[in-house]
């Protein structure tokens, strides 16, 4: 039932973006929208100065000191001087080429991250023409009337113009941990400076840590103290992942090895030759060829263009990705925590069911008028609530006060609050004191039904009834509120909560249904190897009738926050893993379900919205924090931000997270498998004397226009493999580059290197060297374009998985095509790539061979995943 309370009693506890209704509001009408705009454009967006986004010069200048770049440079200058200036001329040539197909992959990830900055930029809720409007931080202007609630970060420099019981901490700004006490001010035109109880003055990126208030902007961006005293909170430094720890080891072995094959090139080369000056700027010119054959540069930016552009393609199934491990720890995840209000269910409350002594009423039957005797229960259980409500559950008392009270002496929209009695955590129930215009004061309660019976000092034999029918009521799903009233003088109004003298009025249910697309999202899951856990502050009885809605497995088994805490951390580990619901939880034990399930040896992703949900988050592997109704706290706590809150969008994000880690995967195995066939033909000449040398830079500065293209934007786009929600989460300690995928890519590479090699040497006696080597750089132009289709899916085949959409395909396979004819038919591109005219027949075995030698992992395939013959069959 706690959850319940915390959001039906207050939102101080557990704050969800509510107006603080308490507050009076009616005298704060905002900025127009119209000002507003032209504020925005005169001041310039509420941002600090933030680490400055990279222009096409600056990516430009980082092309130019790539390695690759450098030894293109080089090889060109070897052409000319060798004699050689059409060669050099070509080379050069592609350096631009190169340099602008990096560019636009460049912009791309650039454009990719500008659209993540932008959802992340933190929200504010302001006044403007008269209504409540969550706005993005960056686009708040001076002048705007913010709405603060505990958890927010205070969006800009703002005077306090309302508040209720409103701390902030300001460590930021003075260092002091201690939260300030702030006071409310209508005459204050300027600040005073940071720190220091009862003063009017907010400061941006402070956080708001109790109550409620409303402000008024002076300054944002760099008119504030912050930007005054140059805190650019953006200037954050990516951490390394997992992956571009591994990558970058395997980019250091590879380097490493093509630096010490290019140096025995350069010595071998002449040597093997008798020496000559001639000889040994051809053995420079083998020696560049094959750094340029080996060097790993496409490793990094496969990770950098999959990661940028995979959190923006999860972003687009509403899950914003805050910090970039969560992409790889996604499709390890095997237990999913969620909160069940607003992520499995709706979090569209409506009143269902009045329950008073002699009537329980379903409202679904009730006709355009209620029977008198529950029209005091819907009277006080409103009076209990903000008269402004954002939550859920008091918007739909109100709704139900307007269709059925309206016409009627129960609702008094011209009392004073006179007190509130806010929840507190050894009494879930709120309580507001109103003045009814006639000298007396009007108590009404709503809250837990154990606490509210607790209040009204019920006798035991009417607590057993009261409990009967809550867990009759919880046992149908709804959330169930007990309501209670009183009267006094105004002087005789008891300072404590516990001091106020109650009648027991009734209960009231409350219905929000599960989400129609949760049972298919829990059953993916089952099918995923993931276990949904659902956590709540609801009766068991409710949380086991949504768990069946929503399709856990065994709802039945509950395990309440008061029985967790009888437990060890021991005895918890060995339950948790039977457990699917726990019920009546309170935020703090978030933490503990984390830590038993981590000690379980489970990947956790657990679900938050309040302050208190912080650590939970924090200590999960994926923390998940609500973007509607959550806190800024938690969202900062998080690895990823639900934009809609909604649970399927966490497995669509598990999906994608499966589908970038497999994809990266198969950019790896076809990068290490083309890279043999090159790296092979540009050394084996070395060793054979009478052989000329098979690849020059310009043969391998083309294959790098096909490899760029292919790792970084075809399988970048690829699909999901069909099972990818069918198999179990991957370990978290799998390493990327597992010996079984780098033993599959060096086969493939292997014998798409022996289908050329094969070729060459058939073609060689009748052909000559220049034909020769044209037909074995076609069978390996052709070689590569098979792994790339056979790579797309390992478990579909080349024509099977051709029925997926994939644009970047065909403008990879179309492209690469167009080139290589051209480089085999047009003379001038003949003599630059030192071929020599080709038979057709002669250019139909050499493609055939080349897409042959990937037949083998097509049977591999089939043999793998054919379906098994039924038992005794």
């Not at 003055?201 to 409620?212: E, I, R």
């Not at 560049?288 to 972003?315: D, H, N, Q, Y």
Request: proline letters at 6%; hydrophobic letters at 50%.
């Amino acid at each position: 039932m706690l959850g319940t309370c915390l959001m039906a009693v207050t939102m101080a506890a557990a704050p969800r973006t509510p107006s603080p209704s308490s507050l009076d509001l009616e005298g704060f009408a905002g900025l127009a929208e119209e000002e507003a705009r032209r504020r925005l454009e005169r001041e310039g967006p509420n941002e600090l100065p933030a680490r400055g986004r990279r222009g096409i010069l600056a990516i430009a200048w980082e092309v130019v000191r790539e390695p690759m770049f450098l030894m293109l440079v080089a090889a060109g200058g070897l052409y000319l001087a060798m004699g050689e200036p059409r060669d050099a001329l070509m080379l050069l040539g592609f350096v631009l080429v190169v340099m602008g197909i990096t560019i636009l992959q460049e912009r791309r990830t650039e454009h990719a991250l500008e659209a993540l900055r932008d959802l992340s930029s933190p929200r504010a809720l302001v006044i403007r023409d008269g209504r409540q409007r969550r706005i993005p931080g960056r686009e708040v202007v001076p002048g705007d009337v913010l709405i603060l609630v505990e958890g927010d970060r205070v969006p800009a420099d703002a005077l306090l113009r309302a508040g209720l019981h409103l701390s902030v901490d300001e460590s930021l700004l003075t260092g002091e941990s201690v939260a300030v006490r702030k006071a409310a001010s209508t005459g204050a035109a300027a600040l005073e400076a940071p720190g220091g109880d009862d003063l009017p003055s907010l400061f941006s990126g402070t956080l708001v840590t109790a109550g409620q208030g409303v402000a008024e902007v002076l300054g944002t961006g760099l008119h504030t103290e912050l930007g005054r005293i140059g805190k650019a909170l953006q200037q954050v430094e990516p951490e390394s992942t997992f992956l571009q720890k591994e990558t970058g080891r395997l980019v250091r072995t590879f380097a490493l090895v093509s630096l010490v094959a290019c140096a025995a090139v350069v010595v071998l080369y002449p040597l093997t030759r008798g020496g000559g000056a001639q000889v040994w700027k051809e053995g420079l010119l083998a020696g560049i060829a094959l750094a340029m054959a080996t060097l790993p540069e496409e490793f990094p930016v496969v990770l950098t263009v999959f990661l940028a552009l995979g959190a923006w393609r999860i972003s687009r199934s509403q899950v914003l990705t805050r910090r970039m491990p969560a992409i790889e720890t996604l499709g390890a995840a095997t237990v999913l925590c969620v909160d069940k209000t607003g992520t499995l269910t709706l979090n569209q409350m409506t009143l269902r069911r009045l329950d008073v002594p002699d009537l329980s009423l379903d409202l679904t039957l009730a006709g355009p008028e209620l029977p008198e005797p529950v029209h005091a229960l819907m009277e006080y259980a409103i009076l209990a609530s903000k008269r402004d409500p954002f939550d859920p559950m008091e918007r739909a008392l109100h709704e139900a006060g307007k269709r059925w009270l309206m016409a009627t002496e129960h609702l008094h929209p011209d009392w004073s609050l006179a007190r509130e009695y806010p929840l507190d955590p050894d009494l879930l129930a709120v309580t507001h004191a109103w003045n009814d215009g006639h000298g007396q004061i009007v108590v009404a309660t709503k809250g837990a039904p154990e606490a509210v019976v607790d209040l009204c000092h019920l006798s035991p034999e009417r607590r057993a009834e009261v409990d009967a029918r809550v867990a009759e009521l919880a046992s149908q799903g709804l959330r169930v509120l007990g309501v209670a009233r009183g009267q006094y003088a105004p002087e005789a109004l008891p300072e404590g909560h516990h001091d106020l003298e109650l009648a027991f009025l009734g209960l009231l249910g409350l219905e929000d249904p599960v989400r129609p697309t949760v049972p298919a999202a829990v059953a993916e899951c089952r099918t995923a190897g993931i276990r949904v856990v659902m956590i709540t502050g609801d009766y068991p009885a409710t949380a086991v009738s949504i768990a069946r809605q929503a399709g856990l497995s065994h709802p039945e088994r509950v395990l309440t926050g008061p029985e967790l805490n009888r437990l060890s951390d021991a005895e918890l580990a060995a339950r948790i893993g039977e457990v699917q619901v726990f019920a009546r939880v309170v935020p703090e034990q978030k933490l503990r379900l984390v830590t038993a399930l981590k000690a379980n040896r489970e990947v956790v992703a657990m679900t938050g919205d309040g302050v208190n949900d912080a650590p939970a988050l924090k200590a999960a592997h994926i923390g998940v924090a609500m973007g509607g109704r959550g806190t800024d706290v938690a969202r900062e706590a998080a690895s990823l931000v639900l934009l809609d809150d909604d649970f399927s969008s966490i497995v669509a994000a598990i999906r994608l997270g499966r589908r970038i880690f497999d994809n990266i995967r198969k950019a790896v195995a076809f990068i290490v498998a083309v890279h043999i066939p090159i790296a092979g033909l540009s050394l084996l000449p070395v060793f054979f004397p009478g052989w000329p040398l098979l690849l020059l830079p310009v043969h391998i500065v083309f294959l790098e226009l096909v490899i760029d293209p292919s790792c970084s934007l075809v399988f970048e786009a690829e699909e999901a493999e069909a099972d990818v929600m069918r198999r179990p989460p991957r370990d978290a300690q799998e390493p990327l580059f597992t010996l079984k995928a780098i033993g599959l890519a060096v086969l493939q590479g292997t014998t798409a290197l022996g289908a050329c090699l094969a070729v060459y040497l058939l073609a060689r006696p009748g052909h000559g060297h220049d034909a020769a080597r044209a037909l074995t750089f076609a069978a390996m132009v052709v070689s590569f374009l098979a792994i790339i289709l056979a790579n797309r899916s390992w478990t579909q085949s080349i024509l099977g998985s051709l029925r997926n959409p994939n644009p970047a395909l065909w403008w990879v396979l179309g492209g690469t095509l167009a080139c290589l004819a051209l480089v085999l038919a047009w003379p001038v591109a003949q003599r630059l790539f030192h071929f020599a005219p080709l038979q057709g027949r002669d250019l139909l075995l050499a493609a055939a061979a080349g897409f042959a030698s990937i037949l083998w992992f097509e049977a591999f395939k089939f043999l793998r995943h054919r379906p098994k013959a039924p038992a005794g069959g």
